[in-house]
């Protein structure tokens, strides 16, 4: 049974950092590509940062240069490391992992950026 279960979201000022983390479970980590999107309040859901096998990392134009997605493939952990946050960054972050047939989804964490 595939899990990912998110944290550590949070409350924090403008120009502050935040650290998150999924946990992944029932899955063949280490072999497959990783994503963070987020979703605010009346918008669609956005990709955010993906992370290849490799540790390779992409980013959203509205992210590079302040966002570092990383993983640790013994742990089955991927994380989003957020800095200079902004307002426009508050939303629920969900960690995704993709089959060709099924797209799997953490509950999300909630991030809110206050100016």
């Known amino acids: ?27 063949s980590f280490s072999t497959n590509v990783m994503h963070w999107y987020r979703q605010a309040p009346g918008k669609q859901r956005e990709l955010v940062a993906s992370i290849s096998s490799g540790g390779v990392g992409n980013y959203a134009d509205s992210v590079k240069g302040r966002f570092t997605i ?3 493939n013994a742990k089955k952990t991927v994380y989003l490391q957020m800095n200079s946050l902004k ?9 995704n992992y993709n089959t060709p047939w099924v797209a799997y989804w953490g509950q999300g964490t909630q991030v809110t950026v206050s100016s």
């Open 87 to 95: 307002p426009e960054d508050t939303a629920v972050y969900y960690c």
């Open 1 to 27: 049974q595939v899990q990912l279960v998110e944290s550590g979201g949070g409350l924090v000022q403008a120009g502050g950092s935040l650290r998150l983390s999924c946990a992944a479970s029932g899955i």
């Open 70 to 72: 990383s993983r640790d």
